[in-house]
């Protein structure tokens, strides 16, 4: 069964460092990839996806996110932290055959330091 | 403007008595979902519906009912809600199935008594 598991349920970085969030699937096709982002008291929006296309995805507010078939890695990274940044971050997966479902991480907190 | 909305925000109600959850789209989108939102555990798929009359089972769909009569509507029913089921919930919907984004509403929190 497809899986998603992210490292570290809780990160902190300091204003103006880099940011690197973790995501790692387990699926022997690779399937859609996605981060999504959660402010408090909020639903959850789209950061970037990646769909086959080229491997360097970039997103919005400055995340990108590499996609590594040989890892089954997904991690989100921000060259530079901002203090609006801090919210909760979820990867999630779909599969491209077979059943319709989405897969989310448990999510990462990003606390950003001043 | 293009949403996703969930009624009601917030519900306190107690174990076994019937509640509904509404979830409606203006996108015309195919594909709608609900998840459940817990600590340390992160979204989890109850339903996915791919279209009008047809829905699936997501990981945890023990003690939900979904029905998909309309296009834009998918409401998640609990026939007899437990303590177990407190939670913070979403809807969200995509344009198709696979490799979309899917757009959430706000959430609505339910607690159980």
């Known amino acids: 069964a497809q899986s998603v598991t992210q490292l570290g349920s809780h990160v902190s970085v300091s204003e103006g460092a880099l940011v690197l969030l973790r995501c790692n699937y387990s699926?022997?096709?690779?399937?859609?990839l996605f981060w999504y982002v959660q402010y408090p008291n909020q639903g959850l929006q789209l950061l970037l996806k990646?769909?086959?296309?080229?491997?360097l995805v970039k997103g919005i507010n400055g995340f990108e996110a590499e996609f590594k078939k040989s890892e089954t890695s997904f991690h989100l990274t921000k060259p530079s932290a901002h203090m609006s940044d801090a919210a909760e971050y979820f990867c999630a997966v779909s599969e491209k055959a077979g059943t319709y479902k989405y897969i989310f991480g448990t999510g990462t907190r990003l606390k950003v330091l001043a | 403007e293009a949403q996703v909305t969930q009624n009601p925000r917030y519900l306190i109600t107690v174990t076994g008595k019937k509640l509904t959850v509404t979830c409606s789209q203006n996108m015309n989108h195919e594909y709608m979902s609900w998840y459940r939102q817990d600590p340390g555990l992160g979204l989890r798929q109850i339903y996915y519906?791919?279209?009008?009359?047809?829905?699936d089972k997501g990981d945890v769909p023990e003690g939900y009912k979904v029905s998909r009569k309309e296009k834009r509507n998918f409401p998640l029913i609990l026939e007899s809600p437990s303590p177990n089921q407190t939670s913070l919930y979403f809807c969200a919907s995509s344009l198709s199935p696979s490799g979309e984004t899917q757009y959430f509403g706000p959430g609505t929190r339910l607690l159980v008594l």
């Open positions: 519906s791919m279209n009008v009359e047809v829905t």
């Open positions: 990646y769909t086959s296309a080229a491997t």
């Open positions: 699926s022997s096709v690779p399937p859609y």
